[in-house]
């Protein structure tokens, strides 16, 4: 890639000069054009090379190993064309997986995102302090997943955790947080002790909303749920669509019921406790544990899909209901 | 603060005190939550192995055992780990924030037939699942030869993020355009142009990017899980798989104490560059 790179820099640099010479007083203008044509594909080709190489060529590759029985070690696959996407069809494991993702995108992505911007409008309250309440409110969405991990392992841990020394203050019994059926709910948990991520982003939607709506709003009595409602949440509509997109994504590709899980390595990716394997822990575990590379990839390209398909509802539907605020004026 | 335009009524006043108490009572209590976890995570690295073990649960250590700290530190190469750590982010991050850089003026100063459809792939690429493309990209690497050295994440850094690109771009896209069109009539090329005048005006948003991807890597577990050998990987892979005694059972209070040692530089990190990581992130959802 440096080798491309290189060459095709030196190639931009030589047409510079050539162009330079006879054509300045001839046609100045369109030599300038063409300069600046090889100029943006120089500029733009390590992106342009890296998606075609890291990107497109290893999904084609997926899609082609999707077709066929390969292992990763014995010589002797073959092509067996939709034989994997029938028997995904038929096993029980990928539906059940499948279903589970789908019920944590919708649970997960809904209330990190009341959670975030709730949080914001407390913050962006005239307070003391508030800039340190937004800091430290901040600062989980700053830790990274395997600290998260460890860290609530030892929360909800049947033993030392604090959460079931504070049921035992109360008179309830001590719960298996990370065990089925509960480990869900700490995945949960973990999940929505990062919405200070969602509460920076709505922040900065928050602060763009033109004083002048709230004080007009106020003046005609309007109640403040009511401003909030009709006047807050629909600008900021762009950036909690935004954060639905984006949220759906991460939250299907989470490996949080790994680090969850006693044993986080690829091994371990078999024993996650049943209400955690989640559909991208079932493609992890087809790929690295079991070593059905054919199959992992029909499952891969299976979960693409829906994401494509679900990122396009999701714009789809909200096209009625997003408002894109787009009178430069009314912006402040 | 909306009331002190009107007559002070007293049952106003009141109102408006005991709003303000509650408001400050719940944001006190919610931040409480949200510390709460990595508070826990603390205790947990100063307790003994006893206290850690004990049912109920032992809230606070008797004694502050902080030479747990130190032996989390000698029971595996805590050191050689973030070493690797350390190195791994610094190559990704600088040259994934120079190519970014790179695509963005790209994106930003200059023109040609089909910018419009490759920025839509660009900004469509941002939603792509990084996790769906990288198993099969590991089996690609693992062809090349290339698993256990850090050639992917060479690549990677060569390649630009989309979404740092992006960052640059807009920023870019906002300077004047006199700041070029001097440079030319000077006969300047536009790798000078972006070199002397473009890159060295962008400090903000260089160092803005640069964070955002040291932090990416050294929180990244799955990538150095599955493309590193254990004895080479990260303090991420450590951290989570090496804390066990010559048993193999988990020594939980060292992993906790471990785990914050971890956790703490990217903890500061952000409190120093507080406001180039705020700027990144809400930069992304104002488009």
Redesign the interface.
Known sequence: ??VG?ISS?QG??DT?KAA?RPAAANRPRIS?NA??????????S??????L???I???A??LW?SFTTFD?ISPHWRYVGLDNYRELLSDSVTWDALGRTGLFAITSVPLSIIGGLG?AV??N???KARGL?R??????A???????????K??F??????T??AL?IFGFD?LGWLADPYARYVLLMVVL?GA??IM??????LQ?VPRELHEAA?IDGASAWRTFRSITVPLLSP?LL??T??GV?AS??T?MPL?LS?????AGVTAIPQSNYQY?MH??AQ??AVGR?GY??AL?WV??VL?LVA?GLIFRFSSGVVFYNVDPEAKK | ??VTSLPPKSAARVRVRVNRLV??T??VA??GL?????G??VL?GLKSPE?????????LPDTIQWHNFADAFHLIDFLGYARNSLVIALIYATLVTL?SA??G???AR????G?KI?FG??LG?M???????L???Y??FAKLGMVDTYWPWV??G???A?YL?FLFRQFFAGLPRELEEAA?ID?A???QI?WRIFLPQSWPVLSASFIIAF?WT??D??AP??LLSTDHSTL?VA???TYVNGAGA?V?NL??AA?VM??VP??LI??VA?RG??AG??T????
């Open positions: 890639m440096t790179q820099a931009g640099t510079a330079d300038m300069r600046r044509q090889r100029a943006f594909y120089m500029f733009t390590p992106w342009i090379i890296g998606f190489l890291l990107t060529a290893p999904m590759y997926a190993l990763g949080l407390l913050v309250r005239p307070l309440f800091t430290l409110l901040y600062l989980p700053v830790v990274p997943p395997v600290g998260a991990g460890i860290a609530f030892q929360l841990d049947t033993n030392s955790g604090a079931n020394g035992n001590a002790w200070g991520n920076i982003i709505s922040l900065a939607g763009d106020r950036v935004f954060q997109v984006t994504i299907v590709q490996i680090l006693a044993d986080a390595t690829t991208m493609v992890f790929y690295f590379y992992a990839s891969l979960l693409f994401i990122t | 603060m909306t408001l400050y719940v944001l919610v931040t949200f510390l709460g976890p990595f826990w995570l947990a206290e850690l073990a004990a049912s109920p649960v032992h809230w190519s790179w695509v003026f790209g994106f200059l023109n040609a037939p910018k490759l792939i660009l690429s939603m792509l699942p990084q996790l769906i493309t198993f099969p990209t089996l690609i690549l990677w060569l390649s630009a989309p690109v030319i006969g090329g536009y790798i972006f932090t050294w929180g577990y799955i899980q599955l991420a951290v989570m798989t988990p939980a992993q906790a785990s971890y956790v990217i903890l952000f409190l507080q990581f705020v992130m809400s992304s959802g104002l488009k």
